[in-house]
């Protein structure tokens, strides 16, 4: 599905905070934050993964929920969205994954040794990260 300007816009702001949600087989859930995903063809996130619990989750169970949120002042007043996402492919090598490991390297040095793995998530479905029936 096509996201929304809105949705493009949060996924743009340098503001924001990424909380992927991800689950195994038998349902356990993960949680972590990640300064990677990246809106590509109006309806796929793409982000690095390392060899971590993410990756293996995703492995295991396509489905994850992508959290973006731009703080407020309060609580309430937080902004952003929630994107729900299916897995599509992966990447270890290529040009693609050259070009993106290229990238995060200039913004994050050294660190991003540890990104092992180009990830591609179709969105499945958006919501406002507070829902109270306004859309995004």
């Known amino acids: ?23 195994n ?16 063809d109006g309806d796929k ?6 060899d971590n619990r993410t990756y293996d989750n995703l492995n295991q169970n396509p489905f994850a929920a992508l959290f973006v949120t731009i703080q407020g002042k309060t609580g309430m007043a937080m902004e952003g969205c929630r994107l729900y996402l299916k897995m ?3 990447a270890d090598e290529g040009p693609e ?16 040794s540890m990104l092992k793995h180009l990830v591609k ?14 859309g995004v």
């Open 25 to 40: 087989a038998e349902g356990r859930v993960n949680a972590a934050v990640f300064g990677s995903p990246t809106l590509v």
């Open 97 to 112: 994954f050259e070009a993106v490991h290229a990238e995060i390297k200039k913004r994050i040095g050294d660190a991003s």
């Open 1 to 23: 599905m096509q996201v929304s300007e809105t949705v493009a816009e949060f996924l743009e702001s340098p503001d924001r905070t990424n909380v992927l949600a991800t689950a």
């Open 45 to 50: 996130i793409r982000l690095m993964l390392g």
């Open 121 to 134: 998530l179709e969105v499945v479905e958006t919501r406002p990260i507070l829902d109270f029936g306004q």
């Open 88 to 90: 599509l492919d992966t």
